[in-house]
């Protein structure tokens, strides 16, 4: 296909139309069905079209859609309260995106080094990302992502952003002196290629900050929201960042972003410090509230933890096997990357045709981004098209 005349080129040209979805399936114009490990992006977390999801939306449209935050929205506050009993003490400010959760966080990291440094050019402003990131394509996220393609034709980049290595503690202990206000990584890099950060690295990282007086603020945007069998990543690392931002699988499909702040910073945003016109309506809460419902009565946590290892294991084995095709298999839960030799988009489109959908990423990879309600059988499925697709490339 090509690209629609009337769109623009940002995006390559669509392999097909999608038009309808059910479960951890998606659908074609023909009716070819695909196992959908690419969710969107890690955005359908309860697959397509989960029957509760469908009817919380549906009732909520048929009430109140928006009214913008000039008015309380109680839905809105309920699923603060949700997300505060996450996360810990503090206070949420939605959104509608990944990317404006991200803006949002680092001006949250300049109010701090502004408060910090006690003047209003504050030498304190700081913002130690990590290179390989991904954090978004406003101008705050492309500062932070350090890609020439994504920064290519944009210059210059917003000021103020520094880039340590992740996993070396001495890179960052370097970069973290008494001009950054904050530290500002993804708990696992997702578009990058699937790099964990350590639990010890985040740990160390921790300490670093606190004895700085930066913020340690964590994107949670690919990682969270139960992909690792945990709400949030970094949970397994035992660390409580300063603030999280998430999105992605938040809205099962519809958009809102948001971000938590620890209660000790939640007072940096006063009235009038930020705002949006659409963030938190009550349509995007209801469909997020949605989420957490069936993440709780389901058990999808749970699920997720149970059912992860032996997929991984079958992952292991499909490495073992194609070791010519595959070098690395990398990521937690379900938020998994097959590092490959063999061009990773060669090795999507074949998994396509063959009804598996999957995303490529950084480092020639391969991302597995199963919806949280997968079954046993939809992940061993899933082994078993890549098993066809490498013997075919063999
Ligand atoms: C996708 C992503 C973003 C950007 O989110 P959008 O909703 O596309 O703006 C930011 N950070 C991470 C880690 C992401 O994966």
Known sequence: MDTPDSLLRNYGPPAFNAVRGEGAYLYDESGKGYLDFGTGIAVTSLGHSHPKWVRAVQEQASSLVHCSNLYGIPGQIELADRLVAQAGPGRILFCNSGAEANEALIKLARLHGRRQSNNEDGRRYH?????????????????????EKVQSGFHPMLDGFRHGKLNDIASFDRLVDDSAAAVFIESIQGEGGIFPAEPGFLRELRALC???????????????????????????????????????????????????????????????????????????????????????????????????????????????????????????????????????????????????????????????????????????ASVEILDEVLTNLD
């Open 210 to 380: 606190d004895e700085r007086g930066a913020l340690l603020i964590l994107d949670e945007v690919q990682c969270g929201i139960g992909r690792t069998g945990h709400f949030f990543a970094y949970e397994s690392a035992g660390v409580r960042p300063d603030a999280v931002g998430m999105a992605k699988g938040l809205g099962g499909g519809f958009p809102i972003g948001a971000i938590w702040v620890a209660e000790p910073f939640a007072d940096l945003f006063q009235p009038g410090s930020h705002g949006t016109t659409f963030g938190g309506n009550p349509l995007a809460c209801a469909a997020a509230h949605a989420v957490l419902d069936v993440i709780e009565e389901e058990k999808l946590l749970d699920a997720v933890t149970k059912l992860s290892p032996p997929w991984h294991q079958a992952l292991e084995a499909l490495l073992q096997k194609h070791s010519a095709h595959i070098t690395g298999l990398r990521g937690i839960g379900y938020m998994v990357g097959l590092q490959l030799q063999t061009d990773c988009r060669t090795v999507a489109n074949a998994a396509r045709e063959k009804g598996l959908l999957i995303v490529p990423a950084g480092h020639n990879t391969i991302r597995l981004l199963p919806p949280l309600i997968a079954t046993k059988e939809d992940l061993l």
């Open 127 to 147: 913002v130690v990302c990590a290179e390989n990131a991904f954090h978004g394509r406003t101008f705050g996220g492309m500062a932070a992502t350090p890609q």
